[in-house]
């Protein structure tokens, strides 16, 4: 089970966030209204953000401070199901240049029991999980979002089992569609014997908006250890609803089978998520 000094440590990230806020905001109203002010295809965007689910931005402009918080539950035919709460905080040093402090299975691509604060049946799962990440955006087209994602992982406390990532993320848009995709190398620094092993994942969400505010998702891909991964890979198959509460508040849920196909597959484990998202 998780520390005091990792619940402390984690409601002190949060706490300072919240009371950034309101300088950061009006930092970026007062830029946005002068010079500094996005244009071209940005500034559509901004004024879209309500209605524009599949063509928005994945990382935070300069400035900007994204707050997350996901519900996981995963279970399974054999046993009692595991809950967790997972906070993510993002926030842009520069317009192309994020840095984020996560521990929501979503923010590192992944489906099933991998992070967040485990609060029921933690023998089952790691008890605590959180990734320090910087991602720079490399390519920012019209319709086109590609990015370097590069640090650190640490899941459990007893023992601990840190790694490290490396890998890309990539979005396309056209209309009412779109498509991300992550991949990346989480390389095991101690414990291997316990599990950290070298791990290949490769994510990919194909979207489609119906309608303004609302987006049906797939999300799948690929997933498993390094050394023996075309002999046990895994595949997940997830559905995916999300919807903007407003322009700022978007609300994702997730629900389906982490290890449906590959090698590995089974259908008795189930995962699902709910996240709420606040941009600022």
């Known amino acids: 089970m998780l520390g005091r000094g990792a619940v402390s440590a984690t409601g002190a990230v949060i706490a300072l966030a919240l009371a950034a806020w309101p300088r950061l905001s009006a930092a970026q109203a007062a830029e946005r209204g002068g010079a ?6 940005d500034l559509v965007a901004e004024h879209l953000v309500a209605e524009d689910l599949v063509g928005r931005r994945l990382q935070p402009r300069d400035g900007e401070l994204w707050l997350g918080v996901s519900l996981e539950l995963d279970s399974s035919q054999q046993r009692a199901g ?7 905080l ?5 317009d ?3 840095v984020a402090l996560t521990h929501s299975s979503a923010s590192i691509a992944r489906i099933g029991k991998i992070g967040g604060l485990c609060l029921t049946a933690c ?49 396309w848009h056209r209309g009412r569609f779109g498509i991300e995709g992550t991949a990346y190398l989480q390389l095991g620094l101690a414990n291997a014997e316990q599990g950290n092993r070298h791990r290949v994942v490769v994510a990919a969400r194909v979207w489609v908006q119906p309608t303004c505010r609302w987006a049906l998702g797939l999300h799948s ?23 903007q509460l407003s322009p700022r508040v978007t609300l994702t849920g997730e629900i389906g089978l982490p290890r449906l196909l590959g090698p590995q597959n089974t259908a008795r484990d189930r995962h699902a998520t709910l996240a709420v998202e606040l941009r600022r």
């Open 36 to 41: 500094g002010a996005p244009e071209g295809e």
């Open 82 to 88: 595991s809950v967790a709460v997972a906070p993510d």
């Open 90 to 94: 993002r926030w842009g040093l520069d």
């Open 96 to 98: 192309d240049t994020t």
């Open 123 to 171: 023998e089952h799962r790691p008890g605590y999980a959180v990734a320090a990440l910087l991602q720079r955006r490399l390519v920012a087209a019209a319709r086109l979002e590609l990015s370097a994602l590069a640090g650190g992982l640490v899941r459990d406390v007893g023992p601990w089992k840190p790694a490290a990532l490396a890998g890309a993320s990539a979005r």
């Open 221 to 243: 891909g690929a997933e498993g250890e390094l050394e023996v991964f075309t002999e046990a890979y895994h595949v997940p198959v997830v559905a995916l609803l999300a919807t």
